[in-house]
């Protein structure tokens, strides 16, 4: 297993899903504001294995796997967590669904790309989505109770945080539809070329 610094920041942000899942379940103010500090400093680390692995040229077929999965994992603990401990309203469960959702629809439209020798690359607004979402769920990790441990108790940050997911969810919308429109597209050119005899890989 690859151990440069890139790597070892992403395999970071699974290790930090127990400890982050701990923490919430001790369902105290300490324990809340604790759990986002962990999730934020997990979200931050996507960031910078990327930037390093460029500056550095350590890009690795490992980290390019890993990322993503890595990405994933986090982000479903933390709304299964939020579902979980019934830090979500009823309202906010939805946003949280879509971007369940989307996170599945993403994951089987890169493995049937993967087939095809085509990537699918990040757009700029899926960047903005992702920070949005990271600031939304560590935002609702901390909750209300979180908040007055950090001095922002006379915040509504509940309310801040599934304003930030509803967000969160209509870019998820935006840059699902944007993905699953390139997958459809390469669906169907290979759907025409097999039905003109061409030689394609099978489906």
Known sequence: MPTDLP????????????????????????????????FAIAAITDYFDGKIARERKLISAFGRMLDPIADKLLVGSALMLLAGLERLSPLGLLPAIVILLREILVSGLREFLAGLSVGLPVTRLAKWKTGMQMAALGTLLAGDT???????????????GEAMLW?????????????????????????????????????
Do not use: K
């Open 7 to 38: 790597n070892l920041l992403t395999i970071s942000r699974i290790a930090a899903i127990p400890l982050l899942v701990l923490l919430a379940a001790l369902r105290t103010p300490v324990g809340d504001a604790a759990a986002c500090a962990v």
């Open 146 to 160: 979180g908040a007055r441990v950090l001095g922002l108790g006379f915040l509504p940050v509940s309310m801040l």
């Open 167 to 203: 967000a969160a969810a209509v870019l998820t919308l935006v840059t699902g539809w944007d993905y699953l429109r390139a997958g459809l597209r390469h669906a169907e050119e290979q759907d025409v070329a097999r039905s003109a005899g061409e030689n394609l890989p099978p489906s």
